[in-house]
């Protein structure tokens, strides 16, 4: 009885691939068919249409329109029964099919040079904006120090602020249209600024300090944009406020043609020196490019700060910079620019307008 069993065993292994692969074939087939006899349905229902046989077009469609068409061959199907439907002025059957419609294909966009009035009427009565749309972003910034007042050591020094290295931000990003070409946006991201100072005095030493400053941001704005078939340009105003997480300054003196020895150390914490909150300002130019049921964009921002960054109750509370470094803070405001790639993804709900 063994032997039988493994040859038993073995044939079955052997036609179970075979069984499987004739289950897939006939699967394939039957599918290419029907889709074939629903291709020619629909070449039968756009003649009947064409004949004025109107009334019959939503029963030959009927099997074929949820399943058995491509997508193009579905868009002219839908269409073709909303027509019919128009024509026999079903209107509640014609509002079903175009929501229908709409929620299949919600980017839709009628061709108002062919498409029948009465088509248009009812396209109109429909919500087919999305109702949100969500993303990610991220991209690098320049910091553009404002100094709203001087606390230099020695009135002779000569000081700057540059922005040294470009900084960092990503985050999420939500928009809501309100009105056809204006948006509400809202996000929620990590920012990083970089800037450096530098103080020289009288060509004698020099004084640099960069400092790091990592922020939790939150921008609210709204957004016009001016769709031009995939390019869609845009600009935006906008509030963001900041919230600091981390501040720190990596400080150095040299001594002009060596005459003492370079003071440098540790980078230092300025956390508590610094003002938790910022508020600012900003202006957005872009531009989107559009793909289904989505975007990607690019921007560019200027952030104008509206508050100042220091804490003047802790300006003196570090010795070591006041005392090794001879350092005190300015007062100042932290602008920036912003440049920023993404993608969003739109969500669409179509509904009957109230």
Known sequence: MAPQNKNTSTISRFYMPVVMLILIFTTISSNVFAQQQCTQKLKEAEKAYDEGRIEDIPEMLAGCIDRGFTREEKIRAYKLVINAHLFNQDLNQASQKMLDFLRFNPEYMPNKNSEPAEFLSL???????????????????????????????????????????????????????????????????????????????????????????????????????????????????????????????????????????????????????????????FAEIGLRYKIPRGYFFLSSRYYHGLLNQVNEDERYSNAELNYIYYYIDDDRRLNNYAFSVGYMYMLYKPKRKK
């Open 123 to 281: 396209y109109k009565k429909f919500e087919t904006l999305p109702y949100l749309s969500l993303g990610v972003y991220g991209g690098i910034n320049f910091s553009n120090i404002a100094v709203i007042k001087p606390y230099t050591i020695s009135s002779t020094s000569k000081t700057t602020y540059e922005h040294h290295a470009p900084g960092f931000q990503f985050g999420l990003k939500f928009s809501r249209p309100v009105y056809k070409n204006i948006e509400l946006n809202a996000e929620l991201g990590f920012l990083r600024h970089t800037f450096q100072y530098t103080e020289e005095s009288l060509d004698f030493s020099k004084l640099t300090i960069t400092e790091n400053q990592d922020q939790i941001f939150l921008p609210i704005s709204g957004s016009f944009v001016y769709p031009i078939k995939q390019w869609h340009p845009f600009i935006s105003l906008g509030l963001s406020a900041e919230y600091l997480i981390n501040a720190t300054a990596t400080p150095e003196r040299t001594y002009v043609q060596n005459t003492q020895q370079p003071v440098s150390g540790t980078d230092i914490e300025l956390t508590d020196m610094r003002q938790k909150i910022n508020i600012s300002l």
